[in-house]
């Protein structure tokens, strides 16, 4: 079948589609004017393509805020998914930029989409991209810390797997589980596997278990080369026994997961204790 850009056609008995219009091209080069001229025009803001990417995916997935809000003011559907399961929030966070995410959050954009197999959520889009801004941004918004991706498992294996130490830290600190596994595999596991010292050390720091085995019975140490640093760095923490003070920071906030930053900062304790148990010294 010959496709005419800008013209619409049917695709079976699922209704009219497009090519890529204008309104599309528009949006993702960052054409404001001719944006605004095409939507005045009547130009439709939720045209979709084959894949079913709109505008507002376009906008997002290149990081174009003002024709993001644009499209958004003409009635652009924020939480829209392309044929992949993307939400222009996704794009958001997977482009870097905590202004078109913050944009469409504030026009009721869903911080925790229903994961599918072909795709994961924004806050894993953003570990996997490793933009910590909209890691902390997700965060804050209320995003699953343990959602689970079919490829990546939790964002925090994410992170890990990409080597996103920033992104990471952030996660652990809003308390994420380090000791969640994918398979059995944990942080720890993938952190040994890219060979990434920084990690190993953040994740035993906020109690990855070093002894913890995968489904095929083996550690962390035993995914590194004899000798390496990775190894001489796991093989130090299993010999060497945690101190109580660090043992009872790491299970009070066990204990406490994703409450633990608002509760610790309600301790009646010092502010040197506070910062201890919140990682912030």
Not at 1 to 22: K, L, N, Q
Not at 165 to 181: Q, Y
Not at 207 to 233: E, H, M, Q
Not at 240 to 269: D, F, I, M, W, Y
């Amino acid at each position: 079948m010959d496709i005419h850009p800008d013209r619409a056609y049917f695709f079976g008995d699922i209704g009219c589609w497009v090519e890529r219009t204008e309104v599309h091209k528009a949006a993702a080069l960052g054409h404001v004017a001719k944006l605004e001229e095409l939507i005045q025009s009547g130009a439709s803001v939720n045209a979709a393509t084959v894949d079913s990417i709109t505008p507002l995916h376009e906008a997002c997935i290149q990081g174009q805020t003002q024709c993001a809000r644009l499209l958004l003011d003409a009635g652009a559907q924020v939480d829209v998914r392309s044929i992949h399961g993307s939400t222009p929030l996704c794009n958001a966070c997977a482009a870097g930029s905590p202004e078109c995410a913050k944009l469409l959050l504030e026009h009721g954009a869903t911080a925790n989409p229903t994961l599918t197999a072909l795709t994961a959520t924004p806050l894993h889009e953003a570990c996997i991209r490793g933009n910590v801004d909209c890691v902390k941004l997700m965060i804050a918004e209320g995003a699953q810390l343990e959602a689970f991706d079919i490829y990546f498992g939790t964002p925090l294996h994410a992170a890990c797997i990409k080597e996103h130490v920033d992104c990471a830290k952030a996660l652990l600190i809003a308390g994420a589980n380090v000791n969640g596994a994918k398979f059995h595999e944990t942080a720890l596991h993938y952190a040994a596997k890219v060979r990434n010292v920084d990690l190993i050390e953040l994740l035993v720091e906020f109690g990855g278990n070093v002894y913890a085995r995968d489904n095929l019975g083996r550690k962390p140490i035993d995914y590194t080369r004899p000798g390496s640093p990775p190894a001489l760095c796991l093989q130090f923490y299993e010999r060497t026994p945690l101190s109580l003070q660090h043992l009872s920071r790491v299970a009070l906030r066990a204990a406490l997961g994703t409450r633990a930053p608002e509760v610790v900062s309600k301790l009646n304790v010092s502010p040197r204790i506070i910062s201890y148990l919140t990682y912030s010294c």
